[in-house]
Structures are given as structure tokens and as C-alpha cells.
């Protein structure tokens, strides 16, 4: 049971270790100016730079753009019989600092610190000689994730009767880190930069936050809808680096236009319920798949403005039916989508739209008939209204005989003028 309890205790110390630790394995491969320094590293500050942190880089590299750390010179206040010794001295992780003494064998120990204990003193004696030396160094640990640009470890040693106090400065972290520009131009206005480098937010990646990043990307994906055989997102956005729509953001309509259905503007959505549009019954239609709700045009409604100063209402144009449809719409914070139609059909045409059957050719078919009865009826009318013949019985048509008999003719009227004709009765 004991040896069981042991190794959970190991256990638990060496994940806290492997969460809490600086990760020093690789310093080439670090991108960040506070983790180059915390692990003993030299940093870089050109953005053009491929390899950033080095551990004992040559004179040559990085010329005039090495980070620069905090060093605080070595400072020695002598002693009193009541006050102690006290001197100041900067060590770098992954270096050390050495103090000499003669003859006696100092005693040393850590009183104080900002950090933690990963912070190694040891004395020791020169070969040959009575002379000692008192090393400091701070261990790869001793900087945490939340280290200031310096941190402190005080060390008492005692030489004999004689008792100093020296405070260690470390650096823990880089300057430039405390002049970081958000959302910089250099990082195309995305990402933070400080000492060198862009530090992108999610969805962005490489050196400058150039580069989207594609999660999930499908090969049968593309930016043009085939159930439509429209532009390349509706003509409403532009097909991005991920192979999704980018839609844009200062067009007419644009705050309804669909990121995830090719930006698809709200007509496009409406012209999918096109039995509603032609139902002239106001309220919600229960023939369209979403909610889709009918509302008597006003036109004051149409100069409304969102909080970004963008129309409310689109103005839409549509046929039903060979029927030619003018509308607005609008969709609320529920996705509930508002209709008013303004123009149902060219009546100059005469085309109506009615349970989606064409009325046009009843229409003129009725005129004609119409118009033919009224003419019959007129004509019988002049046709009843005409003299009457007269009687062949009258004695003014008896004893009409041949072509040579000369009869009287009641209605006859005489010539005002006459012609002789000079060949009539000649042979």
C-alpha cells in the first residue's frame, strides 16, 4: 500500500513539472522572446529572421537587432558591526556569478526570492590554493510564465564574523515584450507584435497572420451553388483562401447576406416560397419552409435603419407564374423573415395571378362575345326599322309589257340635265 501511495505522489510531482516547466528541449524552435530568455537563450528581434533563439550564437548573427536585457551593475555597500554587507550582482539563466574569498570557507544560504528555488548556490575551493568562491546560477525553472523583466533571490553568507547580503538580479524577461503593438500593421492589422514577431489570433497563421487557416476542409466543397448554377457566391462575395465564401459587407443588403449558403442575399431566400408571394392572405404562410410572415405594404416601413445605418428592408423583384412581383423583405434577430409586396403583376398587361391559373384569354374571349351580340342586335334593329315594300297589286306596276312600252314609274325623278349619245339606234 505504501509503495502504491509513492507512486502516486511521483506521479502527480512530475506532471506538475511537465505542465508548469519551461520547455527548453529546443531553443531554435521557440517563438517568443520571454521563453528564449528563461531558458538561458539569446533572442533575435528581426522579423525577417529564420532562426530566433540561440544559445551561444556567433558575433556575426543578428547584427544590430540582438534583444538587450536588463543588467543592473555589481554595487558593494560595506558593513557596520549592526548592518551587514550588502552588494548587488546580475546572473543570466544558463550562466554564473562568482564571488572570491580568501582563507575561510564561506557559508551560504538562500534567505528570500521572487521566484521560486530553482536557484543553485554552491561554494567551493580553488585547486592548490586556500582561496574559495561562492557560485550562483539560476536553473531553467526559476523564471515562471508570469516573470517580470527582473527577479530576485537574496543569499546570506557568512565568512567567519563577517556577514553579507548579496541580492542576485535575473532577467526573466525581454523589453520589448512591454511594447507590443495590437493589432499591428506589420502583422496586417491582425495580430500583435513585439520583438520580432506576430503573434496571431485564431483562424490566422504565419509569419505576418497572412495565412487562414482551413479547419475541415471538404474537396467537394466550392464557392458556387449547383442547385442554382449561380455566379461564384451568389455574386455577393468572393470565393476565399479556404474554399469558403467571403461575402461582402457594403452592398445593399448585405447584413442578410448567408456566410454558410454562398451568400445568398435575403431575395434569393424569399424567391423559394414563391406560393406565398402570390397568396394575397396576409400573415404567416404555412406553405414555406421557414417562417415566412406576409405584411400590408407601408412605405414609411422602408426608410428604417439598423444601428450600422443599413437599410432593413431590400427591395426585391420576382416572377410568379409568368407574373412579374416587386417586394421588400426583412428578417429579424429570430431569422423570421418579413414580407411586403408592393406590385403584384403589370396590370397594363392585364395579367392576375389567381390560384396560379392565367385569366387573360377568358378574359378577352368574354369582350368579343360581348361585342358580337351588340352588334347583332343593332343590325336586327336597323333591319325591323326599314320602309315597307310595296304591294305588286297597285295599278301603277299593271300593263307593264315590253322593253319598248313606256310605263309610269311613281318614284322616278327626272334628270336635271341630259346627254345625247350619237351612236344610240344606229345600226
Known sequence: MASYSWFIVCAVLITVKFVFGNDCSSLMKLESCDECIRCGGQWCNDPDANTRC?????????????????????????????????????????????????????????????????????????????????EASPGNEFCSEKSKTLEGVYVEIDVGDVKEIVQYHVPC???CSERAEVFSRKCNGRG???????????????????????????????????????????????CGPCETCECYTDRPGSKYFDKDYYCADICMTTSDCDECLSNPALGHCGECHYPFIKMKYNETLMAERDSMNRSVWVTCNGTVDECHV???????????????????????????????????????LTVLLVAAAGAATAGYLVWKSRPPPLPLADTQYQNIGAEDCVGSNPLYIPPTSYYNNPTYGKN
Open 54 to 134: 540561440l544559445e551561444t550564437p556567433s558575433d556575426n548573427w543578428c547584427p544590430g537587432y540582438r534583444e538587450e536585457l536588463i543588467v543592473i551593475g555589481e554595487r558593494k555597500e560595506p558593513g557596520t558591526p549592526d548592518k551587514p554587507t550588502y552588494m548587488e550582482r546580475t546572473v543570466k539563466v544558463g550562466y554564473q556569478n562568482i564571488i572570491n574569498y580568501k582563507n575561510i570557507e564561506p557559508k551560504v544560504k538562500i534567505i528570500n526570492t521572487t521566484q521560486n528555488h530553482n536557484f543553485y548556490v554552491k561554494t567551493a575551493k580553488f585547486r592548490g590554493k586556500e582561496n574559495w568562491y561562492v
Open 173 to 175: 524577461a525581454c523589453q
Open 192 to 238: 500583435t507584435y513585439a520583438c520580432g514577431v506576430c503573434s496571431c489570433p485564431s483562424g490566422w497563421a504565419g509569419k505576418f497572420c497572412e495565412k487562414k487557416e482551413c479547419k475541415g476542409i471538404r474537396g467537394d466543397l466550392q464557392c458556387s451553388n449547383p442547385a442554382r448554377n449561380e455566379l461564384e457566391c451568389s455574386g455577393n462575395g468572393y
Open 326 to 364: 416587386e417586394y421588400a423583405a426583412m428578417k429579424d434577430e429570430n431569422d423570421d423573415v418579413y414580407v411586403m409586396v408592393i406590385k403584384l403583376c403589370d396590370h397594363s398587361t392585364g395579367a392576375a395571378v389567381a390560384g396560379g391559373v392565367n385569366l387573360t384569354i377568358p378574359v378577352v
